[in-house]
């Protein structure tokens, strides 16, 4: 079955403290992998596609790369309006007719001044 | 502004209203999605159509009813529903079904009482 985990569930950082989120997936193949960022009642909003294991993709404090069984998406000198919460979802491989994303449930980012 | 455009906001409705979920999309894209957020759970796609065309029910009850009238816009008509159907209705849309990144709308947030 495919599966998406992510963790930590809840991550607090002071600010300037860099970490990781992972996002571990099982699925019989991979056609992409996605990141979203989430705030409060918001809908997600894309942040990269991730294709082949090795891939890396940057975007301002934030760096995703991806394995053949997990991605990290990596944020390097937090600040507070980074705080949010940080979805991952794989497409599999035969989905491509229908689009569909599994997503995992989420890390909630607290970033504090 | 997302381009992914979704009304109401808010929505309460008693277990034997009908109502009406609308979403617009303005990036010419010809996949729209519907997914439902529940608290503490991830994302669960309902619905995939591609070109107007429904390709994915995700096994969803019938109490929930889509439409597609047209590339640009999405329905889901509610009848009869049960409190536990109280989620964040998130409508997304992609270049087309097999394609990378959705992006998605701001979301309905429904209380069924």
């Known amino acids: 079955e495919d599966q998406v985990t992510q963790s930590p569930e809840a991550l607090r950082l002071q600010e300037g403290e860099s970490s990781s989120l992972n996002c571990s997936y099982t699925?019989?193949?991979?056609?992409?992998l996605f990141w979203y960022r989430q705030d409060p009642g918001k809908g997600p909003e894309f942040l990269f596609t991730l294709y082949s294991a090795g891939e890396e993709k940057e975007k301002e404090r934030l760096k995703a790369t991806l394995t053949k069984k997990e991605s990290f998406l990596h944020i390097t000198a937090p600040k507070p309006e980074d705080s949010a919460t940080y979805l991952c979802a794989v497409q599999p491989l035969g989905s491509g007719n229908t689009g569909k994303l599994i997503f995992g449930q989420g890390t909630t980012l607290q970033v504090k001044p | 502004e997302t381009g992914v455009t979704q009304t109401p906001r808010h929505l309460v409705m008693g277990m034997t209203n009908k109502k009406s979920l609308k979403c617009e999309q303005h990036l010419g894209h010809n996949a729209m999605y519907w997914y439902k957020q529940s608290a503490k759970k991830p994302l669960e796609l309902m619905f995939v159509?591609?070109?107007?065309?429904?390709?994915e029910n995700n096994s969803v009850p019938s109490r929930f009813s889509p439409e597609c009238p047209n590339s640009s816009h999405l329905f889901l008509h509610l009848h009869t529903l049960q409190p536990e159907d109280s989620a964040l209705y998130l409508c997304?849309?992609?270049?087309?079904?097999?394609?990378?990144?959705?992006?998605f709308g701001q979301g309905t947030r429904l209380t069924v009482v």
């Open positions: 699925v019989s193949g991979l056609r992409g």
């Open positions: 159509y591609s070109l107007e065309e429904r390709v």
């Open positions: 997304a849309s992609s270049q087309d079904r097999g394609h990378t990144e959705a992006f």
